[in-house]
């Protein structure tokens, strides 16, 4: 028997644990509590049915067995009943709200002792039993351990199971003539109902596991669609089969701007306005008749004043039989998503300083003009007659660059958006108006002729030329436009635009400020103007320069003070090309920097060998200042030819002091400061701002020679000469004139106190060996005539 109970506990141990294994992922996933509360309404449920046989089969049983139940048997059978309606007053104190655990707790006893009660009494009554008598014991046994196959939990199962199944195998093993096969049978039918119960209960897990998540995933989308009705962008809308509104929703009424109750029965295509034309709504009038489903359909919408913009989705709801009931769906108001899509649009098209077009919007719309279009922005004034013709004009701002990088990019940056404000008025309306990139602005615009774009483009130098009252102070810049039409024979923008390019350098080339029209020869000026570029590019890399050498004299005693180097160009084809030509080229084209360390080191190698105390003076260009690597590149020159810095001096304009930027000035102030001297070129040429003579300490002046030139016989340029020797005494600072060709120049040179003097009357530009004869003659003195010869 002992062996017989361990079996059955370890088959249902065994069981047990496959069963809890199986269902763990379920239950994880699950609340243990719902999962619990769920068994126990199915353990009520069977309660009181199980109640009701049981009791119903004990009184059988009784009246079967009235007269032979000992006291034991009669014990059980009258403790039967009471434990059933004790089991069902349980059952109903857990529906009026008892505690879970207490129930189950409560219910597996009482279980359990219900099938140990009925063990006791089939094996008591066994005793007494005769051959029909012992055949409805044996129902009941077999009743007893099938019972449990409908009852949940597993464990409530188990806990009446347990005690029937073992009362069983003692009720079979003392049935006289004991039958080992029906022992068998018996033991085979309890496995079964092991079985049975364990794959009943995972069923009834499962289901209620999957009723719980059910009941949950409905809850949380009846709470997200309640949100969404209540508080989402979007918002539901019905119409019936008369296409008007129905069931009008909180939000719906709320986008709208319209109490729900007069938007009740309102036609679909009134509140969205379908009749207007230029609001892109016809189609869904279409869409509405057919009858067909769409999708995101965006329609532009009248609220109130204000124009906005909706998508709706919609799909047509039908009735049995297929009866067409109307239309359910979606709308989302999307204005602040389109407002963000045109702002993102405006800004890729303009420029985001200036609000001005930028550059592809410009070719776009050069483009359409070239197409037949009238090159305006569209949605602007069209042409006022069809004679009138597109014209392109380009600008770029003279001396921007300076304010820019003297006052620093905030007040660059504020005045780029007065010029834009100012050229916004220069053009008629419908014009477009571009900023290309840093100071070069474009215009698109309609004229009836040449003479017209002329005048345009003058009104736009004068009043770009005017003054602007800016954070950093009062600023003055200059423009230089250059004029294209818009050809039949274009093919693309970049055909128009490249003629305005070669305008816009034309009209740079004579002197800035000034505007010019594209004329044919212009394709030939830039072609000569490219190939003298690679020309004075090779020229360059393969000594195709050479330097002539002009001595500057101490008219007190006829000394050499110092020797300009001077930059001279003998084209193989050309012949001469004077600085004036091809030093501007090398500014323009970016060789600058190469021609001036060309220039460095060959000067600074021929004065090396030098008698002691004669300086070399070389001219700089303020681009090579504004380089940002000029001292660097200087010192190695120095220090490769063995020059002392001392033994150097750099001729820079007056113009070159006033672009320089606050950068510029600190490089050249770290020159001065090795013993590099600095002499301020062409004096009296430029914007003369006497501070730089002050504030800077230049170490010297040279007057231009235009002021030299007729000196005797002008009396207005002696007035200037004597101011400028006069206000150079009393700063101390050295005065050379420059273009002395004459003797009485010389003379009143001497008489107006300037002491340093060079031109042809002193001693024309030689090559590096005569220069070197003349400065190693000894006591080299003032000549009484000119090399050339006295003119005067």
């Not at 250059?482 to 034309?506: E, H, K, N, W």
Request: charged content about 25%; overall charge negative.
């Amino acid at each position: 028997m002992m062996s017989i109970r361990n079996a059955l506990l370890g088959r249902l141990t065994t069981l047990f644990r496959q069963l809890r294994s199986q269902l763990q992922p379920f239950v994880q996933q699950t609340s243990v509590i719902e999962v619990r509360r769920e068994h126990l309404k199915l353990l009520a449920l069977t309660i009181r049915l199980f109640a009701i046989v049981g009791i119903s089969s004990i009184i059988l049983l009784a009246i079967d067995f009235r007269s032979g139940l000992n006291g034991v048997g009669a014990l059980a059978c009258g403790a039967i009943p009471v434990l059933y309606v004790l089991i069902v007053l349980q059952e109903i104190r857990w529906r009026r709200g008892g505690e879970d655990r207490v129930f189950l707790r409560r219910s597996l006893a009482i279980l359990a002792a219900q099938g140990v009660c009925w063990g006791v009494l089939i094996n008591s009554a066994l005793t007494v039993a005769n051959g029909s008598q012992r055949s409805l014991l044996a129902a009941i046994v077999i009743a007893l351990i099938s019972t449990p196959l409908v009852a949940s939990p597993l464990s409530a199962a188990i806990a009446f199971w347990l005690p029937s199944a073992i009362s069983g195998v003692i009720f079979i093993s003392r049935v006289e003539m004991f039958d080992p096969y029906l022992m068998l049978c018996f033991l085979g039918y309890a496995n079964f109902t092991v079985a049975a119960m364990v794959i009943s209960n995972r069923f009834m897990l499962e289901r209620s596991i999957g009723r719980i998540s059910l009941e949950r995933q409905n809850e949380t989308i009846a709470l997200f669609l309640q949100d969404y009705v209540d508080n989402g962008s979007d918002w539901l809308w019905e119409i019936d089969a008369d296409l008007t509104l129905r069931h009008v929703s909180p939000r719906l009424a709320e986008v709208a701007r319209q109490p729900a109750h007069e938007l009740e029965g309102m036609p679909l295509v009134d509140l969205l306005h379908v009749d207007d034309d230029e609001a892109g709504n016809v189609p869904l009038v279409r869409l509405l008749k057919d009858r067909a489903p769409f999708r995101n359909l965006t329609l532009t919408v009248r609220v109130g004043s204000e124009v906005r913009w909706w998508t709706i989705t919609g799909r047509p709801v039908t009735g049995p039989g297929g009866c067409f009931q109307g239309y359910r769906g979606i709308g989302s108001d999307i204005t602040e998503a389109r407002r963000a899509e045109d702002r993102v649009r405006y800004l890729a098209s303009h420029d985001s300083l200036t609000g001005l077009a930028n550059r592809q919007l410009f070719r776009d719309c050069l483009a359409l003009a070239q197409s037949g279009g009238d090159g305006t922005v569209p949605g602007s004034q069209r042409p006022e007659s069809p004679q009138q013709r597109c014209v392109v004009l380009l600008l770029d701002l003279d001396r921007f660059k300076s304010v820019n990088d003297s006052f620093g990019h905030a007040v660059g940056d504020e005045l780029l958006i007065a010029v834009a404000e100012r050229l916004r008025r220069c053009v008629r309306e419908g014009s477009v108006v571009a900023r290309l990139g840093g100071d070069e602005f474009g215009i698109l615009t309609t004229v009836q002729d040449a003479p017209e774009a002329a005048a345009i483009a003058q009104r736009i130098v004068e009043t770009l030329s005017r003054d602007y009252a800016l954070a950093g102070g009062r600023q003055t810049i200059g423009a230089s436009v250059g004029i294209s039409f818009v050809g039949p024979d274009d093919q693309t923008p970049v055909d128009c635009m490249r003629r305005a390019d070669l305008a816009l350098y034309a009209a740079k080339a004579a002197g800035r400020g000034v505007h010019r029209i594209y004329a044919d020869d212009m394709i030939n000026d830039q072609h000569d103007r490219l190939t003298l570029q690679a020309d004075l590019r090779f020229a360059i890399a393969n000594d195709g320069l050479t330097i002539r050498y002009q001595p500057i004299f101490d008219i007190r005693d006829g000394r050499i003070k110092s020797v300009e180097a001077l930059c001279r160009w003998n084209h193989p084809t050309l012949g001469a090309i004077p600085p004036s030509r091809f030093i501007p080229l090398a500014e323009e084209t970016g060789l600058i920097a190469e021609l001036g360390d060309w220039i460095l080191a060959h000067a600074c190698d021929a004065a090396a060998g030098w008698p002691c105390g004669v300086r070399i003076s070389i001219n700089i260009s303020p681009l090579e200042i504004k380089g940002g690597d000029f001292a660097v590149r200087l010192d190695r020159v120095l220090k490769d030819t063995g020059l002392p810095p001392e033994r150097l001096e750099l001729e820079l304009t007056e113009h070159s002091y006033l672009d320089a930027a606050r950068d510029s000035l600190e490089t050249l102030q770290g020159l001065r400061d090795k013993g590099i001297r600095l002499i301020l070129d062409d004096f009296g040429t430029g914007y003369s701002s006497l501070s730089y003579l002050t504030s800077f300490m230049c170490d010297g002046i040279k007057i231009d020679a235009s002021f030299i030139r007729d000196l005797e016989d002008n009396p207005a340029k002696a007035a200037v000469v004597r101011a400028i020797a006069q206000l150079a005494t009393d700063l101390s600072i050295p005065v050379t004139a420059e273009g002395v060709e004459k003797r009485p120049q010389r003379e009143l040179l001497r008489k107006y106190h300037i002491n340093f003097a060079q031109g042809f009357f002193l001693q024309v530009p030689v090559d590096q060996v005569t220069i070197l004869d003349i400065l190693e003659r000894d006591a080299v003195r003032l000549p009484e005539v000119a090399v050339l010869g006295e003119s005067d």
